[in-house]
């Protein structure tokens, strides 16, 4: 597979670098470690790196994509039973003995060589003895069983259900089960996993972490040079470093980037623009999605994330900003939630007290975009 590939990757030879988080990855999957977290922004390659671990152990794994729930504001304990009886089926095909486990579960029937659940309510199927069904089948088979999170902070939106305290007994009791969560949104997921929280039922439990950064920017030009070469393409090195200097060492626009100009058969600064507005478009739909559910104070959000893009970087800044756009005070309360939030969806980071917009694509698409995203949420 091309480096310059959309898609993610899932071999070792098809991934650039990496090769520190993959071994930590490897090894802890390899262990059958019951907690791993896989942290990082978006499109930094968590889920090729977690396919490219799998493929290297060659442990059974089923891996749930939370993706799925982005847009929903809410999601029901059914929603998620429907994407894992799928999972299940898509498992028992190459692990059909699977089925002899758990065709004793409550509420699953077997049906030809699949399973169905009969309901998908929490009284009458119930997680905990899916995992433990699971996990007999992986001692029978003397193997550890994979079971992973795909961006796991979506599980935050679950209402009306919990699965935290079965991971907790899967993690005390099941030891053949390896729980791995990714997620873009470092605090989110350890909002939702709670395992700082002394109230959580994850609390306390040690776990195996593997963070992906953009790479740097050295790191950046070599991931273009040698993803133009596989197509016998030496461009200039200047329009490279100017794709850096817009695109950051983000691996997934880096790659957009040199898909596009590949399709497009031309490598220059205008192709970069290019991707620069077609990436701007995907960031702001994800910046809706997080806005959406929180339309209230839409307006507040968007005006603190303009007023960061434009520099005003510091608490003190950002308030006087809010004020002068709100013609009131604003509290400091309202002011440390709101930050609080955009952190935590990993949307702003903070060094040395200061605020910056995490991804460089979307301060740009803010900077130029978002007066049409104030009218759609208005
Ligand atoms: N180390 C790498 N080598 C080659 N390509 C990579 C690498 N990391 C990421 N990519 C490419 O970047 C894009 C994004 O990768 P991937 O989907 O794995 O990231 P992600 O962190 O899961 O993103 P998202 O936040 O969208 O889920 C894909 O096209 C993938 O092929
Ligand atoms: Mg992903």
């Given at each position: 597979m091309p480096l310059f590939d959309p898609g993610p990757k899932a071999r070792r030879e098809d991934l650039y670098d990496r090769e520190r988080e993959l071994e930590t990855l490897i090894n802890a999957v390899e262990k059958c470690e019951p907690l791993i977290l896989l942290l990082g922004p978006r499109r930094c390659g968590k889920t090729s790196l977690l396919q490219v671990a799998l493929n290297e152990c060659r442990v059974p794994n089923i891996v749930l994509d939370c993706r799925v729930f982005e847009e929903r504001i809410h999601i029901r304990y059914a929603d998620l039973m429907k994407v894992l009886e799928k999972k299940l089926n898509e498992f028992a095909?190459?692990?059909?003995?699977v089925l002899e486990f758990l065709r004793r579960v409550r509420g699953i029937r077997i049906l030809g060589s699949g399973i169905e659940f009969e309901t998908y309510s929490v009284r009458n199927v119930s997680l905990t003895e899916i995992f433990e069904a699971l996990s007999r089948w992986a001692e029978d088979e003397g193997r550890c069983l994979v079971i992973a999170f795909d961006e796991a902070q979506e599980l935050s939106k679950l209402r009306g259900a919990t699965i935290l305290p079965t991971i907790a007994y899967a993690y005390d009791y099941l030891r053949n089960l390896s729980f791995v969560f990714t997620g873009s949104m470092m605090g989110l997921l350890y909002r939702f996993l709670k395992l700082d929280d002394p109230r959580s039922p994850l609390y306390g439990r040690g776990f195996v972490e593997v963070r992906l950064a953009p790479f740097p920017r050295e790191q950046a030009v070599d991931f273009l040079i040698k993803g133009f070469r596989e197509h016998g393409v030496e461009p200039p090195i200047e329009v490279l470093e100017y794709a850096v200097d817009r695109l950051d060492g983000v691996p997934g626009w880096l790659t957009l980037f040199g898909y596009t100009a590949l399709n497009r058969g031309r490598i220059d600064r205008e192709i970069v623009d290019e991707v620069l507005e077609i990436a701007s478009g995907m960031v702001l739909e994800e910046l809706k999605h997080f806005l959406e559910p929180r339309y209230q104070a839409a307006k507040r959000y968007l005006a603190i994330l303009r007023a960061v893009a434009q520099g005003f970087d510091t608490w003190s800044k950002i308030k006087k900003f809010l004020e002068v756009e709100e013609g009131s005070k604003v509290s400091d309360s309202d002011l440390y939630l709101l930050l609080k939030n955009l952190l935590d969806a990993s949307i702003l980071r903070k060094e040395d007290n200061e605020y910056r917009i995490a991804d460089p694509v979307l301060a740009y698409a803010i900077l130029r975009k978002t007066i049409r995203l104030d009218k759609e949420l208005s």
């Open positions: 095909k190459p692990f059909n003995r």
